[in-house]
């Protein structure tokens, strides 16, 4: 499919830029986009057989600042994610801490009655 984009939503689409897309992803991510800008997109499927309609145009806008990188923002699913990453090790190091401890605990004892 091929994805257009532009800040005009009254624009020719001749002069709207155009992100083409490669096999039968469901996600893309459209680099370096200005901050706090309102941006159009509408998107045109392509097979073998040729172009198919294109989309009304939705608006989406940018946020207001960010710390990723190429300006791209970060989503609240993304962070949530690294928050749960974040948990998961944080439990599996304690896991693996109390159990070397109780491993060494027992043979300590074991060596200790011997």
């Known amino acids: 499919y091929i994805i257009y984009y532009s800040t005009d939503v009254n624009a020719e689409i001749h002069d709207w830029v155009i992100e083409p897309v490669v096999g039968n992803r469901l996600t893309h991510q459209i680099q370096e986009l200005t901050l706090d800008t ?8 392509r097979n073998s057989k040729g172009m198919g309609p294109m989309s009304e145009a939705v ?3 940018t946020p207001k600042g960010s710390n990723s990188p190429h300006g791209s923002p970060t989503s609240p699913l993304d962070s949530n994610m690294l928050l749960v990453v974040i948990v998961s090790v944080g439990v599996i190091t304690i896991v693996v801490v109390v159990i070397i401890a109780v491993f060494c605990t027992r043979r300590t004892t074991s060596h200790q009655k011997k």
Do not use: H, T, V
């Open 38 to 45: 309102p941006y159009y997109f509408k998107i045109q499927a």
């Open 59 to 61: 608006q989406f806008r």
